[in-house]
């Protein structure tokens, strides 16, 4: 069941104000309100679905070899095969994936994924999955879930919350989101909404219970109850990250906006989204913002 709630505003106020109400019922999500960034997330639908059924396969390969099904930092759809990131190195992955020589890459064709053997119940583990953009070697998209501590988006103020904004109606509309529960304290605008303690405390009660998730934030208090809410995701079997659409300097992974498109960070490849819309097609010599790091 996805829920969408500002603990301590109304309920009416919440229904009215909320960038995404959804309802997960019999395994289909159901959009009630249109998130901000709703029609752009949606015309990049196609690459995530071959994600999500690479990932799927993966997870299938895994468990009928047996492997352990691995944690995933960053996947990179290129035109002809998929490449995961991995948390940790892992030498011996099932086929058809191919590793790196230290074992945190793994590679597979498409098409070999395509064909691989699938049970239809098999579920994507990694709801925290989001498009970063495009960068020079291909589409790219992060596991939020893999940060065990909050995630913060600085930089150009309208760029940041558009940012949020795509994060939050891809979140509500990915295959791989089925089954997780959400809190946005932003609105269709992406503007903040109140987070008292009490809401940082319901947070924090959903991060430690074990079930996936994902929250996005204007801001998060500076007080124990955001304190108490960084310890749970510390944990490492939680599951949940929360992203906050603004500077956070002890943020465990921390992404800057740019008025240009660009999205920079210091451990992922800088990608661009296009300020207008959706993901820009790769163009390998695309000049960086000033300052990123390429």
């Not at 490849?269 to 695309?286: I, K, N, T």
Request: aromatic fraction near 6%; include cysteine.
């Amino acid at each position: 069941m996805i829920i969408t709630l500002a603990a301590g505003i109304a309920l009416a106020a919440v229904a009215a104000s909320l960038a995404v109400a959804a309802l997960h019922q019999r395994r289909r999500l159901r959009l009630l309100t249109a998130p901000a960034g709703l029609h752009e997330v949606l015309r990049d639908i196609h690459a995530s679905w071959i994600v999500d059924h690479a990932l799927r396969t993966l997870v299938e390969a895994c468990r009928l070899e047996p492997r352990r099904v691995p944690g995933i930092v960053m996947v990179v759809l290129h035109e002809t095969r998929l490449a995961v990131h991995l948390s940790a190195p892992e030498t011996r992955p099932p086929k058809p994936w191919h590793t790196s020589s230290d074992g945190l890459v793994w590679t597979a064709d498409i098409v070999a994924l395509q064909a691989a053997p699938l049970t239809p119940t098999t579920l994507n583990p990694y709801t925290g999955l989001v498009t970063l953009g495009a960068s020079g070697t291909g589409r790219v998209f992060i596991d939020l879930g893999q940060a065990h501590g909050l995630v913060s988006i600085d930089g150009d103020p309208n760029s940041r919350r558009l940012i949020a904004a795509r994060w939050i109606a891809e979140t509500a509309t990915r295959p791989w989101s089925t089954g997780a529960a959400y809190l946005v304290g932003l609105d269709a605008n992406a503007q903040p909404l109140e987070m008292p303690d009490s809401a940082v405390d319901h947070l924090t009660d959903s991060v430690a219970s074990g079930a996936p998730g994902l929250a996005f934030v204007e801001r998060l208090p500076n007080d124990a109850a955001t304190a108490r809410l960084v310890r749970a995701l510390e944990d490492r079997g939680c599951r949940w990250p929360v992203v906050v659409a603004s500077a956070v300097p002890d943020a465990r992974w921390r992404f800057t906006a740019h008025a240009n498109g660009w999205v920079s960070s210091d451990f992922l490849p800088d990608a661009r989204w296009d300020p207008a819309g959706s993901v820009l097609p790769v163009v390998a010599e695309s000049p960086a913002p000033a300052g990123a790091t390429p």
